[in-house]
């Protein structure tokens, strides 16, 4: 069975304050692992794909890496505006279906 | 990035009435969509996988005679929730892959409420 585990629950940085976010991961075979953004009251945004230990990808002030356990989403002198619920969620060769940690909600204050 | 719509965005019904909740994929065609039931401050949990032409295949523990899913398009598939009670309100959003793509992209959400 697929897990994603995501750390912290809750974060909060000072506007500036560059951070990293964590997601552990078991899987039976990589089909990809995925972040996504999600606001209160909104459906998940897409952010990154990745399929490969080693591989990055970048937008803006985020990036995201994976090893063969984890991925960071590292997050480069944020702003208030990048508040939001961070999702990370993997699915395995077997099903297209994703399998979602619970979140980090990310609070940047000014 | 593709475009995902749903519809209604809320809904308010009484206990034992059944809803209905669309999901359109606007700009491509998807035979297989997902949908996720998430609840306050949790994650998104997989509640079926929507097939078109062909029956849903239910998580396990999700009841399909309550969940009756439609897909009846390449663009189209619907959630009824029968016999709606209020344990059954949630925030349900469905998903389709690109065709021809690993990514899924979400519609705006459903929020379910049952007085």
């Known amino acids: 069975e697929d897990q994603v585990t995501q750390s912290p629950e809750a974060l909060r940085l000072q506007e500036g304050e560059s951070s990293s976010l964590n997601c552990s991961y078991t899987?039976?075979?990589?089909?990809?692992l995925f972040w996504y953004r999600q606001d209160p009251g909104k459906g998940p945004e897409f952010l990154f794909t990745?399929?490969?230990a080693g591989e990055e990808k970048e937008k803006e002030r985020l990036k995201a890496t994976l090893t063969k356990k984890e991925s960071f989403l590292h997050i480069t002198a944020p702003k208030p505006e990048d508040s939001a619920t961070y999702l990370c969620?993997?699915?395995?060769?077997?099903?297209?279906?994703?399998?979602f940690g619970s979140g980090t909600r990310l609070q940047v204050q000014p | 990035g593709a475009v995902v719509s749903q519809h209604p965005s809320w809904v308010i019904c009484k206990s034992g009435t059944s809803v209905k909740i669309e999901c359109r994929s606007l700009d491509f065609q998807a035979t297989t969509m997902f949908w996720y039931r998430q609840f306050p401050k949790q994650s998104l949990m997989l509640m079926a996988t929507s097939n078109e032409g062909s029956k849903a295949t239910y998580e396990q523990g999700v009841e399909k005679d309550k969940f009756l899913i439609n897909h009846a398009s390449l663009t189209l598939s619907t959630l009824t929730v029968t016999s709606a009670h209020p344990e059954d309100s949630s925030f349900y959003i469905c998903?389709?892959?690109?065709?021809?793509?690993?990514?899924?992209?979400f519609g705006p959400g459903t929020r379910l409420t049952v007085l």
């Open positions: 990745l399929y490969s």
């Open positions: 899987v039976s075979g990589l089909r990809g």
């Open positions: 998903s389709a892959p690109a065709s021809g793509g690993n990514e899924q992209f």
């Open positions: 969620a993997v699915s395995d060769t077997g099903r297209r279906a994703l399998t």
